[in-house]
């Protein structure tokens, strides 16, 4: 599932970075529960909200969507 | 800016598939008024949302993204 996908990809790279829920919220300007909703695969971010994160993540959307459907797979 | 590369995107892989904005609508499950917005950089699509459309399309996510972000160079 898309969304699973999405969330654990972000997680792996959040923690790759060694930033914190809080630390990535606060980078993105988004609220670390929401981060912690979409880690989990509960939210499905618009892809204005994934851009703002993939830059924080420095990732490109490209490089980004390759994980997922990775995961997917 | 994402939302405006989106929507080119969309709009010409729509086109390319010989699709109205009402056929695509009818596809994904989508008002045809929303496929409209999107095409135009209205809305910014949440991911599950893409995915319904990119599968309609008969494209990756990977590939979209990268169209989108050759868009925007």
Redo the contacts between chains.
Sequence with gaps: M??KA?GKVIKRLREERGLSQEQLGFETKLHRTYISQLERGLK????????TITKVLNI???E???L??NENN
Tied chains: 1, 2.
Excluded: D, G, H
């Excluded at 499905?44 to 909200?49: D, G, K, Q, V």
């Design positions: 898309m969304n999405v499905s971010p618009t892809l204005n909200t994934l851009a490109s959307m490209t980004f969507m390759k997922v459907e």
